[in-house]
């Protein structure tokens, strides 16, 4: 890709960032709006900047770079990022606004009357919240890497200086405005690519392999080898070496390597034909932990697809940083407005990714094996169009990009430093919010930084997990179950959302490889969030005596239009 285009609109969306959140400065004055916009944003408003901070690296790079890989089985994560507003909009939404909380910790705390359950609620927040920071640095790392070649770990630090100022200095009013607008942002850059893409692919005059068929090259294609990789054949493959194979050097060599796994050193340069179908359960050393590309998916499809459709659809719902947004809208009508608006845009922008992913399976195979999938959104203009235009339109993808990370990686640090600002900080005030923000990024900066990682929607997908398996039953039997006790609370959110963590880090440290076992690890939310309704149930009725005094009031509350609510206080003596 020519840099000379795409610098300058990574350049220009960071600067307009920085401008529009210095509007939302100007307009943030006390407390209220750091924290929640003084409860004033409406639907259409709120709807855009939920979709903005939505919308992440997953959803802008990583579903298509998936869909490349693994084909049509992909296309769950989309519809699970869609669905699971429809959840959030019939269980959670308008009784969530009414709660009258800030954070998360804070509906625990006021629905259970519990010091105790809030300070655990919080300690789940910034666990996912760090889990989901760590994927959009590094996404950022990714795109910056494929403009200019720049190091993986410049990205990272320019989202992360970027956001911690803007967060820092307008808070929540200030990031609204940011988000709204990065929505529309990210939006056009995949939609006006997207229709030069399959324009060109419409009159190329190729062959139109199913969608479900095996990636292939389309014509001869050279591949270098950035990482040591692992090329797992199910039938014999002739190919040109420049490079290591299995320990042995060659010179521009005709192999004919037999069925089984062969070890490619880095650096080698691989000459498949045209027509050759790319290897399948390629995987690079760095890939060697992602769900999606583990052979255990592949054995038990079934199963990972079933998990991967839980997570996604009950996890929306605790996602820090989307809940807190909802506590922005004056009303509960409103927050049921705001998430029907969601519905559109966000299903609206899901339709796009997986164009990328089908396109980059016919132009650009080669990624599956380089462990570069999450850069196919980037490369295609430029492989299929090519000169300047391709140029323009990279350089647009690119800004939308980082766009995606910009938005997504504000709000999880304003959820996050909420909570350390509320519960861990010694002071609740401004002051003290602006260094929250700094803890809040510098944490999976550092991380980002010192280790590599997943492709961007697995580990996306497994903060969907965790939040699915802790968050997902406090709220839903918090909302509408009046016998939830606080160590029914305690005990469901830290059996299952405890077990989703351990499983969560067992798969990034790659243990195990492969077997039943590891599907269990990487798909945890099948058995986990089952397993978290069912200790919280079970301890709750076990402990009938601790159901909070003024239950009934609080559920009331929750469940209440607002102007029945004033009307019954006007009433009561």
């Known amino acids: 890709m020519n840099s000379s285009y795409a610098v300058p609109a990574v350049a220009l969306v960071v600067v307009a960032t920085v401008l529009v959140g210095a509007f939302g400065l100007r307009v943030s004055r006390t407390t209220s709006d750091f924290y929640v916009a003084s409860r004033t944003v409406g639907p259409r408003l709120n709807a855009a900047a939920i979709s903005g901070e939505y919308l992440s690296a997953a959803s802008f790079l990583g579903i298509a770079g998936l869909v490349l890989v693994q084909g049509p089985d992909m296309l769950w994560y989309p519809v699970g990022y869609t669905a699971g507003y429809l959840v959030l909009l019939l269980f959670v939404a308008a009784p969530l606004r009414r709660s009258g909380a800030y954070t998360l910790p804070d509906f625990a705390e006021a629905r259970l009357a519990s010091p105790a359950v809030r300070r655990l609620a919080g300690a789940f927040v910034v666990g996912v919240g760090w889990l989901y920071l760590l994927p959009q640095l590094q996404g950022a790392g990714l795109t910056l890497t494929v403009l200019t070649g720049a190091p993986d770990w410049l990205g990272g630090i320019i989202v992360a200086v970027v956001v911690t100022a803007t967060v820092a200095a307008g808070g929540m009013r200030s990031i609204t405005f940011v988000q709204a607008f990065q929505y529309w942002l990210k939006l056009t850059a995949l939609l006006v690519p997207a229709l030069f893409l399959v324009l060109a692919w419409q009159g190329d005059g190729a062959p139109r392999p199913a969608f479900d068929e095996p990636a292939a090259f389309r014509e001869q294609r050279s591949v270098r080898v950035g990482d040591s990789i692992d090329l797992r054949l199910e039938r014999p493959l002739t190919v040109t070496v420049t490079g290591t194979v299995d320990g042995r050097s060659h010179d521009a060599a005709r192999l004919r390597l037999a069925a089984g796994t062969h070890h490619v050193a880095r650096g080698t340069r691989l ?303």
């Open 271 to 573: 000459v498949f034909d045209r027509g050759t179908a790319v290897p399948a359960g390629a995987r690079g050393t760095d890939d060697a932990l992602s769900p999606s590309r583990a052979e255990s998916r592949s054995k038990r499809p079934l199963y990972a697809t079933y998990g991967l459709i839980l997570a996604t659809f009950l996890g929306t719902m605790g996602l820090p940083h989307v809940v807190v947004r909802f506590y922005t809208s004056p009303h509960g009508v409103a927050a049921r407005r705001t998430t029907v608006a969601v519905l559109a845009l966000a299903g609206a922008f899901y339709l796009l990714p997986p164009v990328y992913g089908a396109l980059g399976r016919l132009y650009a195979p080669e990624l599956a094996l380089t462990g570069d999938a999450d850069a196919a959104v980037l490369l295609l203009p430029d492989r299929m169009i090519g000169g300047v235009g391709g140029d323009l339109l990279g350089a647009l993808v690119a800004g939308g990009a980082f766009a995606a990370f910009l938005s997504t990686a504000s709000g999880l640090t304003m959820a996050v430093a909420g909570v350390l600002t509320q519960d861990v900080l010694p002071s609740r005030g401004v002051r003290h919010f602006r260094l929250g923000t700094l803890l809040a990024m510098a944490v999976p900066l550092a991380a980002s930084v010192a280790v590599g990682g997943l492709p961007v929607a697995d580990a996306v997908g497994l903060a969907f997990a965790v939040s699915a398996s802790s968050f997902c039953p406090l709220l839903v039997l918090g909302i509408w179950w009046r016998r939830l006790t606080p160590p029914g609370a305690a005990a469901g959110m830290l059996v299952g959302g405890g077990c989703a963590l351990l499983a969560v880090a067992a798969t990034m440290a790659g243990l195990p490889g492969d077997g039943a076992l590891h599907a269990l690890l990487a798909w945890p939310a099948l058995w986990s969030v089952p397993l978290g309704f069912l200790t919280m149930t079970l301890v709750s009725l076990a402990t009938p005596g601790r159901v909070p005094t003024g239950t009934a009031a609080i559920l009331a509350r929750f469940h209440l239009p607002e102007e029945l609510r004033n009307e019954r206080a006007e009433v009561t003596p």
